[in-house]
């Protein structure tokens, strides 16, 4: 899943381009778009679906499901355990023999870039399911992955580490104690559990390259949710600043201030409901807004 991200972020611009054409009601078009000099079909239905939820649908959807996902992915959250802690190195695992299942919080070891020190520890953790067939797969790494997850830990899963030196922390308890109903970290969450049911809007997003967010609703194949929401750069209080000490004219600033009020209302929105798993792979920080 981690080998994709080049074809990810290529399929990305290509709806952006799409949404911005459909968007654009002025638009009659000089030539037909073209993407890798291919004429670009338009699907309504793929636009609206990205303008309104950030959700892949159709065709370009099989490009983040190259691998068949674990049936165990809909299955209730398990709770922390109290368990002593676990340290996980290179190789592999199995869960109920080699440490105890449960839902865990963990985290890898800090690395220092400084050329005096050189001290790395990146570790990709991947587990599959007895069928081998993938339950969750992430990066530890200070750099160019995330640093913690909350994960639940079946019997029976097979977990394999590989990297440079790396050391992660399984902790059966959560040390960290976020309020996950408005706040997530990588990991798998349980609608009405960990994260009360409701409309939520994605308020703020920070993830280390492009954020996915993988929705069970019961079946093996999740709906996909890329994590983007439209950026601004400053508040309309800092606007009016600007234009007040003559950083702007007139037409600049309602202009800018035209694309925050647009920003602000185009934020994605997801209906969660009771029963529902999200599985977030790799993001530092996702934030929602309970709207409804």
Known sequence: MLKQQNKLTQMVGTIMLIGFLSGCSGYAGIRTPTYDGEPVQVDEEAVAAYRDHREIIGENKELYLKEPFSPSLNEPALDFTGEDPVLLESGQYIIGEDLPAGRVYMRGADSNFAPDQRIIHVGTVTIMDEEDHLYFETLFNDAAGIKEAYIDLHEGHRIKVVGENPEIMVNYEDPMQVDTSTTLITGQYEIGKQIDSGTYEIANVITPGIGMMYWFQGEEMPRVIELSIPQVTMTEEELAEELKAGYLNETEYQLQLEAIKQAETQRPK?????????????????ELTKVE
Do not use: F, Q
């Open 270 to 286: 997801v209906n969660l409901e009771t029963g529902d798993r999200l599985s977030l792979p790799m993001v530092h920080i996702l």
